[in-house]
């Protein structure tokens, strides 16, 4: 039986936010990105959204919710969008018209700062 070596790549790095560190889990994938948000100390997995590039619509995502989460919905849109690719989205804490730009500017500076792991 022949072995093949992992496309998989993993990732972690932390943020603050509202005076709450938050860790970002990266997992790279061939074709595709999951990533997972949630306060340091209390990682649960609540929510899922993947969001995917529209064949229909030029830079357009189409979303849908796994697991029922409206910030995890949101930053998969836009990350579907930023990364050209398919994106899953695990948003594991409440996110406000407040929080939710700064968790989009960690992902995005990350991004930006090492792409290969996106």
């Keep these: 039986m ?3 070596s992992s496309t998989f790549v993993s990732h972690l790095f932390t943020g603050e936010v509202s005076g709450q560190t938050v860790n970002y ?3 790279r994938m061939q074709d595709s990105v999951f990533i997972y948000i949630g306060k340091k100390d209390e990682e ?3 929510g899922l959204a993947v969001g995917l590039l529209s064949p229909y619509q030029d ?3 189409v979303t ?3 697991l029922e989460s409206t910030e995890s919905f949101d930053i998969a849109q836009k990350l579907a969008v ?3 690719k398919p994106v899953f989205v695990s948003c594991n804490m409440n996110v406000d018209r407040l929080i939710a730009p700064v968790i989009e500017s960690h992902l995005i500076q990350e991004i ?3 792409p290969e792991f996106f």
Excluded: G, P
């Design 2 to 4: 022949k072995s093949t």
């Design 25 to 27: 889990r990266i997992l």
């Design 44 to 46: 649960v997995l609540d």
């Design 59 to 61: 830079r357009e995502a």
């Design 64 to 66: 849908t919710s796994i």
């Design 82 to 84: 930023k990364l050209n």
């Design 112 to 114: 930006k700062e090492r």
